[in-house]
């Protein structure tokens, strides 16, 4: 975009994995992030995916690499494990943003296996991506010894030479790339790196091939950006082929249905979109618009993907703002969430195909009305962006940029030059002085082109003894220089009247133009900082004006401040006024004057009429886009009063009402309100007839949870209902509302009791009344908290009680009360315990403190012990540990048999895990011999005893297909089919048998067969397979993955032939009567488990879930929990909501 001034990406966009959750489930401020559970060494090649087979070697590898099974068990050894699993973090952290943490961990991985290329890539792409390309070259150099023809490799060491400048190395590289690509992207940015040396005549030797390869194949959707940005600088790109390739960077990302328009109450939401809130040129036209916002109508929010970057610019953008979060950290479903968290109407992108660009993020909906706007000079080339920003200007409608966007016009100007330079500007021309014209252009090297130079060398030639001055990154560079003077020679411009000048500070920078008396315009990109800079310094600007957005923006500024006499329509035109200009000195010095004060009292540098322009643009584009404004523009009673004010802007809204600046670190609105008791309350009914007071409010995570399911969410209270039995003691130790407080009364009976824990004023009113509802007597109630000492401790307290914590410092702003602390084994006498059969910790950090406070507790009793696997999204090894150090040994839940099986730290767990469970070994006996635990997992599988048709023959779905199933001959048969039958017969024999080891034998075999299948024939009748085989087994990421792709075929493609068996994808899809409707059946039930398993509850999902709830109703099958899912996402989403 113009502002940029030629910043590209290369792979830098924010990876894009398979699936999304809610970390935890009331975890790091409800911020909640798309997390891939694939290794990047096996999405580096990854595209999107296709109807050919070869697609789905992707999905073998992806699970063969996930678990680890246990064929590979058996020839992995001890570091070969130790490595996998640090592959298997590191991927997680890398597709969630969070690089440094990655590198970290990248150097242990690297440590064990040096020559292992994909931590190779891991490593060096975590550095990339956090703006350290000098650093990932040593990686990648030695990682292209290992393996010379590594496409990913060469591409990432090519675009960390660019980024780092390593000029011969670039070349080197993309002389091998020109002659001998691998792919589309090598040669891309072979031409790329072209351009950035000013090498021309390569650059026009590869251009035809490099874009008839990109434009007849599927472009690479990371690497397409960076051409997208240069191309902008090339003459003789069409219109037309310039929208093609931007329509294909859009087609390559997701198509997601619009939000429904909200009615807006209060203030417009908008948030500013952009990687360049610090100081960087499109921080110049936004630092006046931030703060000059009308505040009683807009209320302003800043998205900024600064990656270190911030400065003294960044600060004052985040005391500008309404709220300011930095999301470096978060990948484009976590943005999106965020975004839809806090309800925003208008979201804004600043960036377009630049560096650190977040436009991708924009195929997802983050707000109901989505905007291109000053960081991108063309069409972004996505669906879901529906207006872009411009002015009269800027657009030739007959000829000049077409837009998959509808245009928003501004009347006069679409920019704001916001920063005001108090420096000594000279007053004469400075060839007065010096007795020759010194011509100037300060845009950057890649909107230099031959045609330019070619240009600008006849005006050099027609003014005698004139020289030119050139500054851009890398210009003073050896390699560069020669290629400049070598382009100058050709049209007999001699080197010594070429002047590069080096990179300087800002300052020096716009001094700089004290010695230019003339400053040249590229075409057709032209400049638009640069222009102003021009201006403001009195330096008069020659430009040529295109057809093209990027070939006018220079000529809207000039006709906005009202200087038209350097204007141009053609290259003889644009000579001729260069000339002209040379040959007046005194015009010269009488324009320097003069040119400063034209720009002041433009719009372009006028805030409040370029305010109030923007303003009703965005408004317009709301009514365009069915937002109800009705509320905010119904006039006040002091209307009149005020017309002649100035507009209410940030710092004096400021003074009449609150306003937080939220960083992902620091606190939010939420934490820093006081919390209060609520004074409406509701009772909610949840399994086996349990009553559960909790406040009344949907904003809440508990009574959202509750009234959506009518129960809680967690597998885990599925299976304590099958182990607690009358008359058992049972401690609850962080009891919250009392969801398996109450479930723990009811279990034990009269016979048994319950000691809950629970330290919040506020909570245990609520346990109170839920108590007293239930008529339990059974159940001691204690308002404290534990840990390793007696005494009190502050208890910080949030909105959601779930993330309650004791404070291990002072430095939080959160609200807070003091809570009395007990140690767990000072209770052993004061409640006279005895026998304590089970305990659920839940203690939001405080567990080993606990621990270590209980030491003869878990001596002398044997309970098992329900805790939780995370603290934020860290696994808690330590408590793992430290319960290890006390014998007490770790068990997962299987979910689909509810059988616990033994847990290896080891083995990568999903990523949906929350809970654990851990006894010493005389309850793990018993437990094992009721049925519930399996000491040992046996890798042998016995024989299936039943077989597919009995299971299958159950349910609807499957009655009038079984009797075709079965009639079909061999050679009708996919390929693979005997493995195939053998993994259904697995599932069946699983189901119908009656012992845990058994049942666990059978299931893991079966998803062992159905992962080797992926490598031989796959079809949507598997996946549906393999997705209810991998949700029994509790690997519900990769459930979660095979239904996005499910759903994506089925909607695409509008057909399922149902060519082999298949299991339904969730046991409420089986007992589902398809009613001749296979198709819409098939799509209902996967849409239905995808928005069942992709979190834990729409509660965190929010107001994106409602496209997918309301495609399924619109399917005709019956959900109730989807109705309910709908009415609560709508009515959570309108101020105030009360439950009734």
């Given at each position: 975009m113009p502002c940029h001034g030629g910043d590209y990406p290369l792979t830098r966009s924010v990876p894009q994995p398979l699936y999304y959750m809610c970390i935890g489930r009331k975890k790091i401020n409800f911020n909640f992030y798309q997390t891939s559970l694939i290794p990047l060494s096996l999405t580096l090649a990854h595209k999107s995916i296709g109807e050919k087979n070869e697609h789905f070697n992707f999905w073998h590898n992806m699970c063969s690499h996930w678990f680890n099974l246990s064929n590979r068990k058996k020839t992995m050894n001890k570091k070969q494990v130790q490595t996998h699993k640090l592959i298997n973090d590191i991927s997680q952290l890398y597709t969630r943003g969070l690089y440094s943490d990655a590198e970290l961990l990248c150097k242990r991985a690297l440590a064990l296996e040096p020559d292992n290329i994909p931590i190779h890539l891991l490593y060096a792409r975590s550095l990339y991506n956090q703006l350290k390309p000098q650093e990932s070259i040593p990686l990648l150099e030695q990682a292209i010894k290992l393996a010379p023809d590594n496409e990913d490799v060469r591409t990432l060491l090519m675009a960390s030479y660019i980024d780092s400048s390593n000029l011969p190395k670039m070349i080197e590289l993309s002389d091998i790339f020109q002659n001998q690509p691998r792919n589309n992207n090598e040669l891309i940015l072979a031409y790329r790196c072209y351009l950035s040396a000013c090498d021309w005549d390569s650059a026009a030797k590869l251009e035809n091939e490099m874009l008839l390869a990109t434009s007849e194949n599927n472009p690479d959707h990371e690497v397409l950006p960076a051409l997208l940005l240069a191309l902008n600088g090339r003459p003789n790109i069409s219109p037309e082929l310039d929208f093609q390739l931007h329509r294909e960077w859009g087609k390559s990302n997701p198509n997601v249905p619009e939000i429904r328009p909200p009615k807006v109450q209060g203030r417009i939401r908008i948030a500013y979109i952009s990687g360049d809130f610090y100081r960087h040129p499109v921080a110049y036209f936004m630092h006046q618009i931030i703060p000059a916002h009308n505040r009683d109508e807009f209320e302003v929010y800043c998205f900024a993907h600064l990656s270190g970057r911030e400065d003294d610019l960044t600060k004052q953008f985040i005391e500008d703002s309404d709220q300011f979060f930095d999301i470096t950290n978060m990948n484009n479903k976590a943005l999106h969430d965020l975004m839809r968290t806090h309800n925003i109407h208008i979201a804004i992108d600043l960036s377009g195909h630049t560096t650190c660009s977040r436009t991708a993020a924009f195929a997802l909906r983050l707000a109901p009305v989505q905007i291109s706007y000053l960081g991108y000079p063309n069409t972004t080339g996505l669906e879901a962006m529906d207006f872009h920003i411009t002015d009269p200007f800027c657009e030739d409608e007959n000829h000049g940029t077409q837009y998959i966007e509808k245009l928003l016009t501004m009347p006069k100007t679409f920019l704001n030059y916001g920063v005001s330079w108090d420096l000594k500007r000279s007053e004469n021309a400075p060839c007065i002085e010096k007795g020759y014209i010194t011509f100037g252009s300060f845009n950057n090297g890649r909107k230099i082109n031959l045609e330019v130079v070619e240009v600008w060398s006849s005006i050099l030639s027609q003014v005698k003894h004139s020289r030119m001055h050139l500054k851009f990154p890398g210009c003073d560079y050896d390699l560069i220089q020669k290629n400049l003077y070598k382009a100058f020679a050709k049209f007999g411009i001699e080197s010594s009247r070429i002047t590069t000048l080096s990179r300087t500070s800002l300052e020096e920078h716009m001094?700089?133009?004290?010695?230019?008396?003339?400053?040249?315009?590229?075409?057709?990109?032209?400049?638009?900082?640069?222009?102003?800079?021009?201006?403001?310094?009195?330096?008069?600007?020659?430009?040529?004006?295109?057809?093209?957005?990027?070939?006018?923006?220079?000529?809207?500024?000039?006709?906005?401040?009202?200087?038209?006499?350097?204007?141009?329509?053609?290259?003889?035109?644009?000579?001729?006024?260069?000339?002209?200009?040379?040959?007046?000195?005194?015009?010269?010095?009488?324009?320097?004057?003069?040119?400063?004060?034209?720009?002041?009292?433009?719009?372009?540098?006028?805030?409040?009429?370029?305010?109030?322009?923007?303003?009703?643009?965005?408004?317009?584009?709301?009514?365009?886009?069915?937002?109800?404004?009705?509320?905010?523009?119904?006039?006040?009673?002091?209307?009149?009063?005020?017309?002649?004010?100035?507009?209410?802007?940030?710092?004096?809204?400021?003074?009449?009402?609150?306003?937080?600046?939220?960083?992902?670190?620091?606190?939010?609105?939420?934490?820093?309100?006081?919390?209060?008791?609520?004074?409406?309350?509701?009772?909610?009914?949840?399994?086996?007839?349990?009553?559960?007071?909790?406040?009344?409010?949907?904003?809440?995570?508990?009574?959202?949870?509750?009234?959506?399911?009518?129960?809680?969410?967690?597998?885990?209270?599925?299976?304590?209902?099958?182990?607690?039995?009358?008359?058992?003691?049972?401690?609850?130790?962080?009891?919250?509302?009392?969801?398996y407080s109450m479930t723990f009364s009811s279990l034990v009976g009269d016979k048994g009791h319950l000691w809950a824990f629970e330290p919040a004023n506020s909570t245990v009113s609520f346990l109170k009344e839920s108590i007293k509802i239930n008529h339990f007597k059974q159940v001691t109630l204690i308002k404290a908290a534990l840990s390793n000492r007696e005494g009190t401790a502050e208890l910080l307290l949030q909105a959601n009680s779930e993330l309650n914590s004791i404070s291990t410092s002072g430095s939080s702003n959160s609200a807070r009360e003091s809570v009395p602390l007990k140690r767990l084994d000072d209770c052993i006498k004061s409640y006279q315990w005895r026998d304590i059969a089970f305990v659920k910790l839940d203690a939001e950090g405080e567990e080993i403190r606990i621990l270590e406070g209980g030491q003869e507790f878990f001596s002398r009793f044997s309970p098992l012990v329900m805790f939780e696997l995370k603290h934020g999204d860290q696994v808690n090894e330590g408590l793992i540990q430290k319960f290890e150090s006390m014998d007490y040994h770790s068990f997962v839940l299987t979910p689909g048999i509810q059988i616990l099986t033994p847990f290896s730290p080891d083995e990568h767990q999903d990523i949906y895990l929350l809970n654990l469970f851990c006894c010493k070994e005389d309850r793990a006996k018993q437990l094992a011999d009721d049925g519930f635990l399996i000491l040992k997992v046996d890798d042998n599988c016995d024989s299936p005893t039943t077989r597919w048709q009995q299971h299958l023959a159950n349910f609807p779905y499957a009655s009038e297909l079984i009797d075709p199933w079965q009639s079909q001959q061999p050679e009708e048969h996919p390929e693979g089919w005997e493995i195939y039958e053998l993994a259904l017969n697995q599932y069946a024999s699983a189901q119908a048998s009656d012992q845990p080891a058994t049942k666990l034998s059978h299931l893991q075999q079966s998803f062992i067969n159905m992962v080797s299948l992926l490598d031989i024939h796959v079809s949507i009748p598997r996946l549906m397979t393999l997705t209810r085989i991998a949700s029994e087994l509790g690997h519900r990421g990769v459930a979660v993955q095979v239904l996005n792709q499910i759903a994506q075929h089925l909607e695409q493609e509008k057909i399922f032939i149902p060519s082999e068996p298949f299991l339904a994808v969730s046991s409420t899809a089986e007992h589902l009567n398809p009613d001749n409707r296979l198709l819409d059946w098939s799509l209902a039930t996967v849409l239905a488990s995808k928005e069942k398993r992709q979190a834990f509850s729409s509660y965190f999902t929010g107001q994106s879930s409602l496209p997918e709830i309301e495609r399924f109703l619109s399917l005709g099958f019956h959900d109730e929990e989807m109705i309910r899912r709908k009415d609560l996402i709508r009515q959570r989403f309108q101020p105030g909501a009360i439950l009734t």
């Open positions: 001094l700089g133009y004290n010695d230019i008396d003339i400053a040249l315009d590229t075409f057709p990109y032209t400049g638009t900082t640069t222009t102003c800079e021009a201006l403001a310094m009195g330096v008069p600007v020659v430009t040529l004006v295109g057809a093209k957005h990027a070939n006018r923006v220079s000529y809207s500024i000039l006709k906005n401040i009202g200087f038209e006499s350097t204007i141009a329509f053609s290259n003889q035109e644009y000579i001729e006024k260069a000339v002209n200009l040379a040959g007046n000195p005194e015009g010269l010095r009488i324009i320097r004057s003069s040119l400063p004060i034209l720009l002041q009292h433009s719009p372009v540098k006028q805030i409040h009429p370029f305010i109030n322009d923007l303003e009703n643009l965005y408004k317009e584009a709301c009514h365009k886009k069915g937002l109800d404004l009705s509320e905010i523009e119904q006039p006040s009673d002091n209307t009149l009063e005020q017309q002649n004010d100035p507009l209410p802007t940030r710092s004096a809204h400021d003074n009449s009402a609150s306003s937080t600046i939220n960083m992902l670190d620091g606190t939010t609105d939420m934490q820093e309100q006081e919390v209060k008791s609520i004074s409406t309350s509701l009772t909610l009914s949840i399994n086996g007839g349990i009553q559960i007071v909790v406040p009344n409010d949907l904003n809440l995570m508990t009574p959202y949870v509750l009234t959506e399911q009518q129960d809680w969410f967690e597998d885990e209270i599925i299976f304590i209902r099958k182990i607690i039995k009358s008359g058992m003691k049972v401690v609850d130790i962080g009891a919250n509302y009392g969801c």
